[in-house]
């Protein structure tokens, strides 16, 4: 599971697929600093957010005693690589059965990984831009369901 800083950026500016429910939640124990945890299928479903690793990112400071204290500032979900192939939808293969859709998404895949990715003049093979399968995964499904492409610091419309 990629739990790096680029990993963590691209979800993070990833907007589409970072829900609302999940803004602000510390699940758990509480823990200071910037932590990874994962949650439960379950206590996900329970509380209204996707099951898996979450990144917060923490902010310190001083109460009115002069305590240090700490607060989560955003919470920010990295999905899996299983869970990002979960969310192509292929509007053209809905009606034919599970099997052939996961054929014609891992075809769709496939191509992806051959063809330039990024602007027309900096076309680069995706697998020698992105180090993990999870941002390779990451940038298929921004590709595919919101015609977005990495620039290396936010998501851009292609």
Same mark, same amino acid.
């Given at each position: 599971? #990629?739990?790096?800083?680029? =990993?963590?950026?691209?979800?993070?500016? /990833? !907007?589409?697929?970072?829900?609302?429910?999940? $803004?602000?939640?510390?699940?758990?124990? &509480?823990?200071?600093?910037?932590?990874?945890?994962?949650?439960?299928?379950?206590? /996900?479903?329970? %509380?209204?957010?996707?099951?898996?690793? =979450?990144?917060?990112?923490?902010?310190?400071? !001083?109460? !009115?005693?002069?305590?240090?204290?700490?607060?989560?500032?955003?919470?920010?979900?990295?999905?899996? &690589?299983?869970?990002?192939? @979960?969310?192509?939808?292929?509007?053209?293969? $809905? #009606? %034919?059965?599970?099997?052939?859709?996961?054929?014609?998404?891992?075809? #769709?895949?496939?191509?992806?990984?051959? +063809? @330039? =990715?990024? *602007?027309?003049?900096? /076309?680069?093979?995706? &697998?020698?831009?992105? *180090?993990?399968? !999870?941002?390779?995964?990451? /940038?298929? %499904? &921004?590709?595919?369901? +919101? @015609?977005?492409?990495? #620039?290396?610091?936010?998501?851009?419309?292609?």
């Amino acid at each position: 599971m #990629d739990t790096g800083k680029t =990993y963590i950026l691209m979800c993070e500016k /990833a !907007e589409e697929i970072q829900t609302k429910e999940a $803004q602000g939640w510390i699940g758990g124990t &509480q823990q200071s600093g910037n932590i990874y945890f994962h949650t439960s299928s379950l206590y /996900a479903k329970e %509380v209204g957010i996707p099951g898996g690793y =979450y990144y917060l990112m923490e902010e310190y400071y !001083e109460d !009115e005693e002069g305590e240090e204290q700490h607060r989560n500032v955003k919470t920010i979900w990295l999905p899996t &690589q299983d869970q990002l192939q @979960g969310m192509v939808d292929l509007e053209l293969f $809905q #009606d %034919v059965n599970s099997k052939t859709h996961k054929r014609y998404c891992l075809h #769709d895949f496939m191509r992806f990984c051959e +063809w @330039g =990715y990024g *602007s027309s003049v900096i /076309a680069r093979q995706p &697998q020698e831009l992105f *180090s993990s399968m !999870e941002q390779l995964w990451l /940038a298929f %499904v &921004q590709k595919q369901k +919101w @015609g977005k492409v990495w #620039d290396g610091d936010k998501w851009v419309k292609c």
